[in-house]
């Protein structure tokens, strides 16, 4: 038996407009989740054709999207993460609002894309804090909280 192997992209969506991809602060969004997803799914289309989306459909999954920073991790096959990656650079909207998707990190293993994604989210809501959207005392609590929805939401 052949076991799947996947590789893990965690992605930072960043709006042009400067806003968050949903309004409130919830360390994970449904929502955000299923428009990302969506996304994907038309880019690896158009970039790619039929043939590609079928490819890719039946590894290409969100499993964690934060609507407030903007990061997700992303979850594909191996052999169709370069497809994947290359639909992120070219996606120019999520959910009607123009955007721009960076790949952040690339993992073969659920553990990276894990701290990866810590990572990344301490960065960006750091950023917040220096731009003024968040408050310097809520920066670690917010941080534990999304650290927590990672660690369960981001399994195999």
Excluded: P, W
């Excluded at 449904?30 to 043939?51: H, I, N």
């Excluded at 052999?79 to 073969?108: K, L, Q, S």
């Excluded at 994604?117 to 731009?131: A, G, H, T």
């Excluded at 941080?143 to 981001?154: L, W």
């Amino acid at each position: 038996m052949v076991r799947f192997k996947n590789r893990y992209l965690v992605v930072r969506v960043v709006a042009n407009d400067g806003r968050a991809l949903d309004d409130g602060r919830e360390a994970s969004s449904t929502k955000a989740q299923r428009s990302v997803l969506e996304t994907l799914r038309a880019s690896v289309r158009e970039c790619f054709g039929d043939v590609g989306a079928g490819r890719s459909a039946q590894s290409l999954g969100v499993k964690y999207c934060d609507g407030f920073t903007g990061v997700c991790v992303v979850r594909c096959d191996r052999e169709r993460a370069r497809e994947v990656r290359g639909a992120c650079a070219t996606t120019r909207e999520v959910g009607g609002r123009a955007c721009a998707m960076e790949v952040r990190h690339v993992g073969g293993t659920c553990a990276s894309a894990k701290e990866a994604c810590v990572r990344i989210v301490r960065d960006v809501l750091e950023e917040m804090v220096q731009s003024g959207r968040v408050k310097t005392a809520e920066l670690e609590g917010l941080v534990e909280a999304r650290r927590r929805v990672v660690a369960s939401s981001v399994t195999n």
